[in-house]
């Protein structure tokens, strides 16, 4: 297991990042002044993004349904846990989006590599009402879609 998103599981059955890049920004506003330099003052935290680049490659490394879940799961709109391998927790994301690129196809069009890309967005600001539940349509997806994985 690489990382969990709720209940996702990355890892080499469903999907296998290659690279996380992580962006965290803070705020600052400046305000002119005259004669001097402009007066600066933190406002706070700004967005915090993870981006997760890899290559699925059906039949050896992952499974096609898995971008599938993560669709529905992004669907929902809720935000999700997000837990390292190591154990380590990340907070409370979002997905907010998934790019897709079919590449190297079979005779009846079904693609032997995808390259995808899952964004995401921090949003821990103390609201449950957002967190995401497994009771529902999406954790029957999960369930349905990758079996015993979960």
């Known amino acids: 297991m690489m990382m969990t998103l709720g209940m996702f599981v990355f890892g080499l059955p469903t999907l296998a990042y290659q690279e ?3 962006t965290t920004e803070w705020r600052h506003s400046s305000t002119s002044r005259i004669g001097t330099n402009p007066a600066s003052q933190f406002l706070g935290r700004g967005e915090d993004t993870i981006t997760l680049p ?3 490659l059906p039949g050896l490394v992952g499974s096609p349904l898995s971008l599938d879940v993560l669709r529905k799961m992004a ?5 999700w846990p997000l837990i390292g391998g190591t154990g380590r927790i ?3 994301w ?3 989006s998934i790019s897709e690129t079919q590449q190297v196809f079979f005779e009846d069009g079904t693609p032997r ?5 899952i964004s995401l967005k921090r949003i821990d600001d103390g609201r449950i009402d957002m967190l995401g539940s497994l009771i529902g349509s999406v954790g029957g997806i999960l369930r349905g879609a990758l079996g015993g994985l979960l």
């Open 20 to 22: 996380l890049q992580r």
């Open 54 to 56: 890899g290559t699925l």
């Open 75 to 79: 669907d929902t709109g809720k935000a």
């Open 90 to 92: 990340y907070g409370t």
């Open 94 to 96: 979002v997905i907010t």
């Open 113 to 117: 590599r995808y390259e995808f890309t």
